[in-house]
Protein backbone atom coordinates (compact mmCIF):
# COMPACT_ATOMS: atom_id res chain seq x y z
CA UNK A 1 0.00 0.00 0.00
CA UNK A 2 1.46 3.50 -0.72
CA UNK A 3 0.79 6.97 0.72
CA UNK A 4 -0.49 9.24 -2.64
CA UNK A 5 1.70 11.60 -0.83
CA UNK A 6 4.62 10.72 -1.21
CA UNK A 7 4.84 7.00 -3.02
CA UNK A 8 6.55 5.79 0.39
CA UNK A 9 5.26 2.42 1.46
CA UNK A 10 3.08 1.89 4.69
CA UNK A 11 2.63 -1.30 6.49
CA UNK A 12 -0.10 -2.60 8.15
CA UNK A 13 -0.27 -2.36 11.74
CA UNK A 14 -2.78 -3.93 13.56
CA UNK A 15 -5.81 -2.87 16.17
CA UNK A 16 -3.55 -4.14 19.23
CA UNK A 17 -0.38 -1.82 18.34
CA UNK A 18 -2.62 1.02 18.07
CA UNK A 19 -4.23 0.76 20.96
CA UNK A 20 -0.83 -0.04 22.96
CA UNK A 21 0.82 2.99 21.14
CA UNK A 22 -2.54 5.60 20.97
CA UNK A 23 -1.24 7.76 23.87
CA UNK A 24 2.29 8.21 21.96
CA UNK A 25 -0.32 9.19 19.07
CA UNK A 26 -2.50 11.56 20.62
CA UNK A 27 0.23 13.21 21.95
CA UNK A 28 2.81 13.66 18.80
CA UNK A 29 5.40 11.77 20.57
CA UNK A 30 5.82 9.21 17.35
CA UNK A 31 8.25 8.85 14.77
CA UNK A 32 7.24 9.97 11.31
CA UNK A 33 6.94 6.42 10.42
CA UNK A 34 4.49 4.60 13.04
CA UNK A 35 2.91 7.67 12.99
CA UNK A 36 1.81 7.47 9.27
CA UNK A 37 0.73 3.57 10.17
CA UNK A 38 -1.06 4.32 13.00
CA UNK A 39 -3.34 7.39 10.96
CA UNK A 40 -3.64 4.77 7.78
CA UNK A 41 -5.09 2.85 10.23
CA UNK A 42 -7.22 4.59 12.28
CA UNK A 43 -8.91 5.85 8.38
CA UNK A 44 -9.76 2.08 7.83
CA UNK A 45 -10.48 1.21 11.03
CA UNK A 46 -13.96 2.03 12.90
CA UNK A 47 -13.26 0.70 16.05
CA UNK A 48 -9.93 2.58 16.47
CA UNK A 49 -10.89 5.41 15.38
CA UNK A 50 -13.65 5.46 17.83
CA UNK A 51 -11.48 4.66 20.64
CA UNK A 52 -8.72 7.14 19.42
CA UNK A 53 -12.28 9.86 19.63
CA UNK A 54 -12.78 8.60 22.80
CA UNK A 55 -9.24 8.97 24.10
CA UNK A 56 -8.94 12.40 22.80
CA UNK A 57 -11.92 13.61 23.71
CA UNK A 58 -11.36 12.47 27.34
CA UNK A 59 -7.53 14.07 27.33
CA UNK A 60 -9.11 17.77 26.98
CA UNK A 61 -11.86 17.35 29.48
CA UNK A 62 -9.07 16.41 31.94
CA UNK A 63 -6.55 19.47 30.92
CA UNK A 64 -9.50 21.33 31.40
CA UNK A 65 -11.02 20.43 34.57
CA UNK A 66 -7.34 21.21 35.92
CA UNK A 67 -8.03 24.64 35.17
CA UNK A 68 -11.43 24.92 37.06
CA UNK A 69 -11.65 26.54 40.99
CA UNK A 70 -12.25 24.57 43.59
CA UNK A 71 -15.13 24.68 45.50
CA UNK A 72 -14.46 26.84 48.85
CA UNK A 73 -16.62 24.07 50.73
CA UNK A 74 -14.75 21.26 49.30
CA UNK A 75 -11.36 23.06 50.28
CA UNK A 76 -11.99 23.74 53.41
CA UNK A 77 -13.11 19.76 53.95
CA UNK A 78 -9.78 18.70 52.11
CA UNK A 79 -7.96 20.96 54.34
CA UNK A 80 -8.99 19.78 57.17
CA UNK A 81 -8.22 16.36 56.40
CA UNK A 82 -4.51 17.13 55.34
CA UNK A 83 -4.31 19.10 59.06
CA UNK A 84 -5.25 15.70 60.42
CA UNK A 85 -2.26 14.37 59.62
Do not use: W
Request: proline content about 1%; some cysteine; overall charge negative.
Amino acid sequence: MTDTNDTKKIEAIDCKDVVRRLYEFIDNELDELTHDQIEHHLNDCRSCLSRHEFETTLKKRVQNAGHEKMPKKTASRLQGLIDKF
